[in-house]
């Protein structure tokens, strides 16, 4: 059974930085992209990076410059390095893993609130 698990989302200050890392058990067959979303509340889940299996990256133009993917090699991990956090970045964030058949993973979510 597969199962993607994401870590490191807490309560940090403005300006401040934090890493997310997801990890993935099981075996997920023909991985083409890895990427983070995230949950407002009372908003929609929306992308906010992702890393084919090229290596080749994007990202939403809100985190341009502050947030940083990397990963989606053959271990399965992918990590989010978020710099310079505003209040605005607070939100559930998740895990996705989509394959070449079309099929999408999901983890749970992370929680990360930014406030003074």
């Known amino acids: 059974q597969v199962q993607l698990v994401e870590s490191g989302g807490g309560l940090v200050q403005p300006g401040g930085s934090l890493r997310l890392s997801c990890a993935t058990s099981g075996t997920i067959f023909s991985i083409n992209s890895m990427g983070w979303y995230r949950q407002a509340p009372g908003k929609e889940r929306d992308m906010v990076a992702g890393i084919t299996s090229s290596g080749s990256t994007n990202y939403v133009d809100s985190v341009k410059g502050r947030f940083t993917i990397s990963g989606g090699d053959a271990k399965n991990t992918v990590y989010l390095q978020m710099n310079s956090l505003k209040p605005e970045d607070t939100a559930v964030y998740y895990c996705?893993?989509?394959?070449?058949?079309?099929?999408?993973?999901w983890g749970k979510g992370t929680l990360v609130t930014v406030s003074s």
């Open positions: 996705r893993v989509g394959t070449y058949y079309g099929t999408a993973y």
